[in-house]
């Protein structure tokens, strides 16, 4: 016998497909969620598999056990897009479910009832069993499971192996799941006071999945009594998790900010706001007097952010509130700690105050050229150059044509051949070999009241700062400027930074020959960390820098990379390299939306096509979606405040990221904020929730 077809619930916000025989949620659909071109099955997606499955344990002269279809219900009463009603007969009990999606509302209810029909007494337990499926789009996983008094996060890693299970009891209780493209669910189950049991654990195998269940305390049941208990289910884009116990509140609200600040520097955050319904709110801030207050209408599941900056006076920790009042009463309340000049042992404030090595080049290209020898051993990491010295009748470097047209580097190789006592012809300046890991990025060109701003955020696998430093070089001759690894801005604020490209295998093997048989036939070209060196110090525009790196004579041999250029003069350009081949995609001055690089390529004639790091795709895709969301409307306003608070915002295209909370599994090990019109570089080493940014200027 086929199964029958799922019954569908839609008010055009939600979407939600019921299993009619078990009353299990096969799928929970934010429809207004963000929606991006490489994914179509996850995005939206707030719970897939069989969730919300009613569960029973009987025990009156036989045990019985409902917990799957195998026991379909005995009777069904569908009202289209709004009520399913469900009715299973079990012995002498009758299970009775009904789900309810009210009209322009992200959410939707379950009513169970369990009555005694039979003429005894009868007793056993009642509750719901959610088991997500192994989704292959499902990466990142998160679930909070809770009291009113507590809440405890399980990230999908934290739950492996299965029997890492977690328990907690009381009553209501609440299951809050963020899925890999930020939709969430948040379920509330209430028995009227009946005590209960919630507990998760992770499920073996790929997929991430969780099973979250629920039981309540055992009951005794005369006959014509029953038991009631329902859970109310809200759907949500990006709301982050439950904060200081609002899991119940009308409203989810969330104080996000900076973990730790200076006394008298401003601290940056967001108060959010998310509900089920559309409500016309006010969010105020405070600590010991208000620091903002506006008013917004609440669209249902979309999330409300008020960015906020508040200027600690003293040291110690500073408590911000966020409360969400509607119609003058509170609905919904929230609070963060943001430790103010801690102690030096303190691991949040080592955190926040740590800067990364420095180093310092000043002086004629060749003099440059010779602190390169004497420091190239305590070089960090991919801010290195490997220099070689070739044998004496073997080719040379083309020094005859660099002293012609790019004299800088002629210089610098005259110094390095000083400081080696080798021959000018013989010196080779390559990259350094690093060991490889996993590295993302993001670069994004922002326009507003402190001229055009390069935000550029660095993302590996995991945690780990190894191979990063800042570089300032201030040569006699050309542009000063200063780099992040290789990427920065010079003294006439043109700004380079890049991300990894993401591209198909034959694009790459197509650069890695033209690379090699550039370098084989003696034809000049220039290393990506020195080339770029020498277009900072040689370049003023945006056009001068894509004539230099595209020079057919001596291009800059880049690996694969997606870059973003951006001038004092608000040009800019999005520029796709792999080996001596550029593909512009993008270019011109300020107008609607973003210059965005990052993860994924923009395929032209059949070149770069996207390779096989979906995830990151996917998270580029995400974070494109919040800032034309969240800032689009800004852009031509937003200053360098408005860019550190957006560099510093989390959960669905949040730009600071933590792994666990994006579809590419990412860490911010870095960001930068280059400021043209000015030339400062701010550099944060690590999430900049977390970390300070340091100011670097180019002054003496």
Known sequence: MEAAPPVLLDNGIIRVEVDPASGALARVELKTAFRFPLNAPGAGVAGSGRLFLPWLESAGGSREVLSSADRPATSTDFHPNRTLRL??????????????????????????????????????????????????????????????????????????PAQNERRLSGSPLFWRQIEEYGTGLLARIDTGGREGE????GLPGAGRAVEVGWRA????????????????????????????????????????????GRSGESVLGFATAVSARSRQVVIIVATDHELARAQFQL????????????????????????????????????????????????????????????ENYRGSWAEIGEQLVRSRDRL??????????????????????????????????????RAESASPERIFVTERTEPSSDAACMDVAFYGPDGPINAFSKERGGPSFAGLGYVKVVPSAGYRFHVYMH??????????????????????????HQVAERLQSGR???????????????????????????????PILMGPSNMLLLDREGRAACVESCGDEYHVYRQGGPGPGFYVSGNYPHPVDGRFQLGPALGWAENTHLREAFLNDYAGARQGRLGLRDVLTLMQSHEAGGMCQHHEDNPGQLYTSCSFIAVTRTGDLWLSEGPPCETAYVRHTLGP
């Open 87 to 160: 009715t299973w007969k079990i012995g002498g009990l009758t299970l009775m479910r009904r789900i309810t999606m009210p009209g322009q509302a992200a959410e939707f209810t379950i009513d169970d009832e369990l009555r005694n029909g039979s003429d005894g007494e009868r007793s056993g337990r009642v509750g719901l069993l959610c088991r997500q499926s192994a989704e292959p789009w499902r990466r990142t996983d998160r679930t909070w499971i809770g009291n009113a008094q507590q809440c405890l996060k399980l990230a999908s890693s934290s739950l492996r």
């Open 198 to 201: 919630i507990s998760a654990r």
């Open 217 to 260: 305390e055992p009951f005794h049941l005369a006959s014509g009594e029953s038991v009631r208990w329902t859970t109310e289910v809200s759907v949500d884009e990006g709301g982050g998790a439950p904060d200081e116990g609002n899991a119940f509140a009308p409203v989810l609200a969330r104080a996000d900010f900076a973990a730790a």
């Open 299 to 358: 669209v249902p599941g979309k999330v409300a952010r008020l960015p906020v900056a508040l200027v600690p006076a003293a040291g110690g920790e500073t408590r911000v509130r966020v409360k969400v009042l509607e119609d003058g009463r509170l609905v919904s309340e929230a609070a963060a700690g943001i430790l103010v000049d801690g102690a030096a042992d303190s691991p949040i404030w080592r955190t926040y105050s740590r800067r990364m090595p420095e």
């Open 380 to 417: 960090h990491g991919s801010n290195s150059v490997e220099i070689t010295v070739g044998k004496a009748g073997g080719p040379d470097n083309n020094l005859a044509y660099f002293r012609r047209h790019r004299p800088y580097y002629a210089d610098l190789l005259a110094g390095i051949a």
């Open 487 to 512: 990427y920065g801005i010079n003294s006439e604020g043109l700004s380079i930074s890049g991300a990894s490209l993401n591209e198909d295998a034959a694009t790459t093997a197509r650069g890695e």
């Open 524 to 554: 000049p070209g220039l290393a990506p960390r020195i080339g770029i060196w020498m277009l900072l110090a040689s370049c003023r525009t945006v056009p001068e820098a894509l004539a230099f790196m595209q020079d057919p004579a001596a």
